[in-house]
């Protein structure tokens, strides 16, 4: 679809269906991703894919435990993209922001559903994310920025609310 | 254009041409941008466009101070678009890193170049800044989280550097 409808279009979705994302399609999504412009052109986010059950359920608890309680944080989607980012380079959260941006408008082409979900920061701020971290083989300076749940959406595709009056001002 | 094209073809430019932005490519871009998720739905970030010689001047020089001098941090593009945010929403910087992105996107669409300047954090933390905040009718409370500064292209369109290896961890 054309970049704009694609923009105006894509909405959060927080009602999964339990099937796994077809993987040509995540793969083609990923790549794009990484394209996303960075802080000086150093490619410093980290994009880590979470498929199987154990490290799923684990990041769950981990989210809810920030939450203090409450329901799955990622809306039991089969697929959580984690975007973290090096502490050491000052744009890091923008930078992970933007990579996160540009994988939902991607997966949003290929008909994948996601919702931006939070609190990484403190999950990978914690004992139990800093052994993930290593683990994963990532360096402890990384932090986590925030997350995508993904999958194919369940029920009926949201629609937009009115924007904002006054969202743009032109001085 | 395809999304996946756009977000694989779209790179940051830093060489504009003199001349004005068409104002309905302006005006489709900014309309999109307004349709970037934010946090709890809430719409929270603001956009300030800015076109007139003067206050585009100022805004080169407050972000010469936070940069300690050097050459035009807005490399003269001909529109600057700030992304302004609220810090009591804690995923401010998060929503307005989307809605910039979301931005570059469709200005990228509609052939117009762009490129994700930063120091808006430092600049309306100053007096001069919430100065300007406060001319423009915006609360103190809004943080400067971004900018894109905005034009035509000028000369050869960058060619994307090779993607870091592992830039995609599957775990």
Redesign the interface.
Same mark, same amino acid.
């Given at each position: 679809?054309?970049? &704009?409808q694609? &923009?105006?279009t894509?909405?959060?979705v927080r009602r999964f269906q339990a099937g796994q994302v077809d993987a040509g399609a995540l793969d083609?999504?990923?790549?794009?991703? !990484?394209?996303? +412009?960075t #802080?000086m #052109?150093r490619?410093a +986010?980290?994009?880590?894919?979470?498929?199987?059950a154990q490290?799923l359920d684990q990041l769950r608890k981990m989210n809810m435990e920030v939450l203090g309680g409450g329901k799955d944080p990622y809306y039991g989607a089969p697929t959580i993209v984690l975007a973290l980012a090096p502490e050491d380079v000052? !744009?890091y959260? /923008?930078d992970a922001?933007?990579v996160? !941006?540009?994988l939902?408008?991607?997966l949003?082409? /290929?008909g994948v559903a996601s919702?931006?979900v939070?609190r990484e920061r403190e999950m990978f701020a914690s004992a139990e994310g800093k052994a993930l971290l290593k683990?994963?083989g990532?360096p402890e300076k990384y932090q986590g920025? #925030?997350s995508l749940a993904v999958g194919y959406a369940e029920g009926d595709y949201p629609q937009?609310?009115p924007?904002?009056e #006054?969202?743009? &001002?032109?001085?």
């Open positions: 679809m054309d970049t &704009l694609a &923009l105006k894509r909405r959060s083609r999504a990923l790549e794009a991703a !990484t394209y996303a +412009p #802080g #052109g490619q +986010p980290q994009l880590v894919v979470v498929q199987d490290t000052n !744009t959260v /923008e922001s933007c996160l !941006t540009y939902m408008l991607a949003h082409e /290929e919702v931006w939070h683990k994963w990532i920025v #925030g937009a609310a924007r904002r #006054g969202y743009v &001002l032109k001085v």
